[in-house]
């Protein structure tokens, strides 16, 4: 079959209601499904860059796809020379080249909720679904007194704080000092910008960094880290430096459509030290048919998805 060939989909996602990102707003994302077919079978995956995160664009993974005139074998080795420069697509590649276990995932994982805002109303929905930890953003407006009292009237839950690299210095301490004084705060997530120095004096005790992680190349960090399957790189390398990783891991959704939340879920799953995954992540956008899995607190993979009747549909 000559090192194998590949199709791809473009598709767009509008969101029910535009999502607040480290961005701003975002009203709806473009994401890249690849079907890859070699003597071995037929795989699939999703190129899903997220608003804020430097990888490369839709347009610029499209444009490599289409250098490589649908062979397979021309596009890997043009992924795997591009190194950090296409982690999004060399991600995608290991969805398609793990295909065969991908799809027979059907366990699933612990996930937090995702609430909709920082109130006790909101919070304490997610906590109704039956989600025992549940990620709050740090919107501008948000002080230490309202997540004070978050805690206080709902009980119970824990609670992960993700700034989006949006707090000058001053602030990015008080909230560090606040979550580890805070045994119901999992973490603060992504307190400072991407490459603010700031870090370095807030230390990683609970610490995590999201927009600054991206690959394993990226950083040195010994605090937890977010890492979303979509943005990782090479899932192989990225398996070799979790091996030997001491600190915290977690798995995060970039809001996939079912190929990418399949994939996503299994790379997750192999890894047993990680915590609560990030994947609240459903019923976000329009109703397009580009979800199939079912939401909740269990995190679960799809038995039994006829895969080639998804990606014939969307086609
Ligand atoms: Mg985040």
Redesign the pocket.
């Known amino acids: 079959m000559n090192g194998g060939k590949i199709d791809t989909l473009r598709v767009r996602r509008r969101f029910r209601r535009p999502l607040q990102t480290?961005r701003g707003p975002v009203e709806a994302v473009d994401r890249l499904l690849l079907r890859t077919e070699t003597d071995e079978g037929v795989g699939y995956g999703e190129v899903a860059p997220w608003p804020g995160f430097p990888t490369e664009t839709i347009e610029q993974a499209v444009e490599v796809v289409r250098s490589a005139q649908g062979s397979l074998a021309r596009l890997s080795a043009v992924a795997a020379a591009a190194r950090d420069t296409l982690p999004c697509l060399r991600a995608a590649l290991s969805s398609c080249a793990h295909w065969s276990e991908i799809a027979g995932y059907a366990g699933n994982l612990e996930g937090a909720g995702l609430a909709e805002a920082a109130t006790a109303e909101a919070v304490r929905a997610k906590a109704t679904e039956g989600f025992a930890t549940v990620?709050v953003?740090l919107a501008g407006t948000t002080g230490l007194a309202d997540v004070r009292a978050l805690l206080a009237d709902v009980p119970g839950v824990r609670l992960r704080l993700?700034a989006?690299g949006g707090l000058d210095l001053a602030a990015a301490r008080a909230w560090t000092e606040f979550a580890r004084a805070e045994p119901r705060i999992d973490f603060l997530?992504?307190p400072l910008p991407v490459g603010h120095p700031g870090y370095a004096s807030l230390g990683p005790d609970k610490v995590?960094l999201?927009?600054s992680f991206l690959t394993p190349a990226g950083i040195d960090w010994a605090g937890p880290v977010?890492v979303k399957p979509a943005l990782v790189g090479d899932w192989d390398a990225f398996r070799a430096w979790r091996a030997t990783r001491v600190g915290p891991v977690v798995y995060?959704s970039a809001f996939e459509t079912a190929i990418g939340r399949q994939a996503a879920l299994w790379l997750a799953a192999q890894d047993p030290a990680g915590g609560a995954v990030?994947f609240d992540t459903l019923g976000r956008f329009e109703l397009d048919g580009r979800d199939r899995h079912a939401g909740g607190p269990r995190v679960r993979g799809l038995l039994d998805q006829n895969w080639e009747a998804f990606w014939q549909e969307l086609a």
Do not use: F, P, R
Request: charged content about 45%; glycine content about 16%; proline content about 0%.
């Open positions: 480290g990620k953003k993700d989006n997530e992504q995590a999201d927009e977010v995060s990030g």
